[in-house]
């Protein structure tokens, strides 16, 4: 059984304590949440969780089950296998020293990222992108200096035509 990584896109009530059993059941049997991204949809009283996980598709299936047995749960599908799009965002502070400025400032430019802080010492750069496109700048950024990175978590929707 090969592990990898799997997206799951859960729509449940906007009601107090539903993040604690969906985070409960993943821990209480040992499973990771890889990242997590949890906000309200076009209707006030539903949210969606997207969840980053590792596991077998037989392990993914058995999560998938329990997770439509939790309360206030309304619908669960797994995005991976199909087309969907995702962005994640990062903050990430890193040291301008005079002699790398123009360095950090072509690749904010090449990237397309915005600076959204100077400091005396530091820019803080804000980037969104997929997994790829983060990776890619925090390694070029990473042997100027990198201070503190902040990251949203994965965020997900289906390509398909139908809303999920």
Not at 72 to 82: A, C, D, F, H
Not at 92 to 104: C, D, G, L, N, Q
Request: proline residues 3%.
């Amino acid at each position: 059984m090969t592990e990898e990584k799997h997206v799951l896109s859960i729509l449940v009530e906007n009601q107090p304590g539903v993040l604690s059993r969906i985070s409960g059941l993943f821990g209480g049997r040992g499973y990771n949440i890889d990242s997590l991204c949890v906000a309200e949809t076009t209707e006030p009283n539903v949210s969606r969780v997207t969840i980053v996980t590792t596991g077998s598709k037989q392990i993914i299936e058995q999560i998938i089950k329990q997770l439509h047995k939790l309360i206030n749960v309304i619908k669960v599908i797994e995005l991976t296998g199909t087309e969907f799009v995702q962005r994640e965002m990062a903050l990430i502070k890193v040291k301008a020293k005079p002699e790398h400025r123009a360095e950090i400032l072509r690749m904010v430019d090449i990237f397309r990222c915005k600076i959204i802080d100077v400091g005396l010492e530091h820019y803080i750069i804000e980037i969104t992108g997929d997994e790829d496109k983060l990776s890619a700048i925090l390694s070029l950024l990473k042997p100027l200096g990198i201070k503190e990175i902040a990251k949203t978590g994965f965020i997900a929707l289906s390509r398909e035509p139908k809303v999920v």
